[in-house]
């Protein structure tokens, strides 16, 4: 498992390399196959191709495992940083977020025909490459996915505790746009309109809309505007990130962020984006695969607690559809996204085992 974790993690893969995305893709078709799977390639036209590998099982329907190869971390990061592992943990750029998840579904799918057993149903495992940038490419296929399927496992990594994930908050992205009117900040100011200016008052009024006792948070988090320190801006942008836990707050603050109305007298406002990721809801569906989730573990002779996340996943997609999915399955660490990312190396085989007793139970929704 260290032996394919380190390889993995050894790669650079950002979700804008579609090249090297397409490579590392087109290996691990080869490793599944040699997994007992049918292996399929599906290309994207901007982004690395997607995976799709399929595993006989039981009659009576499907499940849906959901895991992705790209990373946050540009060209050149493995190389700055280099995989090691250190008093028990695994470091390195995507050990947690999330190669260590997709090691675990390869040794997961190898130990089930070592053992004797299958699948209670049909399994078919997605392995994209643009999920860190909002699934584009991916979506439609993880959907339709979905639709044909009883359960849905995510590879996410699981909270630095271990707990499984039946809840996450939607993800929307926009990009503001002011526009105001140019003018020599000297000579003649008074005939200018500040579109740093108005952008100013529409930051301020897009934070004031966060409220934390329902979960809602917008931030601003990238600015940029004018041309000169002796020019009145004529233009101003900003991209924003909203997060929210249900579809019914969703819909509640999607027009007071997206009809935003000028303060600066001659100043135009334009909105544009809307909603990536629709709230991954608690629901009834995702907490009976919890339950099951805590029966395979005891049985394993550990516990497993339940979490919510303010990050999106793929999984949002198939619990919004109504499908049950439990998230979480992947790695046990800390840091995703950050220079400190490790995994705990003593959680990797038993998360295996989790996931692999998960496929193999009869008990999963018909």
């Not at 799977?37 to 290309?43: C, D, G």
């Not at 952008?199 to 004018?226: C, M, P, R, W, Y």
């Not at 049985?299 to 049950?324: H, K, M, Q, V, Y």
Request: glycine fraction near 10%; include cysteine.
């Amino acid at each position: 498992m260290l032996a394919m974790l380190e390889e993995l993690v050894s790669r650079d893969t950002p979700a804008s390399s579609k090249t090297a995305l397409d490579e590392l893709v087109d290996e691990m078709a080869e490793v599944l196959s040699s997994a007992a799977a049918v292996a399929e390639v599906i290309p994207r036209s901007k982004v690395g191709n997607v995976l799709r590998a399929t595993w006989a099982g039981g009659p009576g329907g499907q499940i849906l495992v959901l895991g992705h190869l790209d990373t946050v971390w540009p060209m050149g990061e493995v190389e700055r940083r280099q995989f090691r592992t250190q008093n028990g943990f695994a470091y390195g750029p995507g050990v947690l977020d999330m190669k260590a998840g997709v090691v675990q579904l390869v040794f997961a799918l190898r130990g089930v025909p070592a053992l004797g057993v299958e699948p209670s149903k049909r399994v078919v495992c997605l392995l994209t490459c643009d999920e860190e940038i909002g699934s584009p490419e991916s979506r439609e296929i993880i959907e339709a996915e979905a639709r044909r399927s009883q359960a849905v496992f995510v590879l996410e990594p699981a909270t630095p505790d271990g707990a499984l994930k039946t809840s996450r908050k939607g993800w929307g992205l926009y990009h503001l746009t002011a526009t105001g009117r140019a003018a020599h900040a000297g000579a003649n100011p008074e005939l200018g309109v500040s579109a740093i200016e108005e952008l100013a008052h529409q930051v301020t009024g897009l934070h004031a809309l966060t409220d934390f006792e329902l979960g809602t948070t917008i931030n601003v988090g990238v600015i940029s505007g004018g041309t000169r320190p002796n020019v009145i801006a004529e233009r101003a942008e900003a991209e924003v990130d909203l997060r929210v836990k249900t579809l019914a707050e969703a819909e509640r603050i999607r027009p007071l962020l997206e009809n935003r109305v000028p303060h600066l007298p001659g100043a135009r406002v334009k909105v544009a984006g809307g909603l990536n990721r629709p709230p991954m809801e608690r629901t009834s569906g995702n907490v009976a695969l919890f339950r099951r989730a805590v029966l395979a573990a005891q049985g394993l002779g550990f516990t497993l607690g339940e979490a919510s996340s303010g990050a999106a996943s793929d999984g949002n997609f198939s619990t919004a559809l109504g499908i049950p999915t439990l998230d979480g399955l992947g790695a046990v660490g800390s840091g995703p996204h950050a220079v400190y990312e490790h995994i705990e190396i003593s959680s990797i085989p038993q998360r295996a085992s989790l996931l692999a007793c998960l496929l193999t139970d009869p008990g999963l929704p018909a």
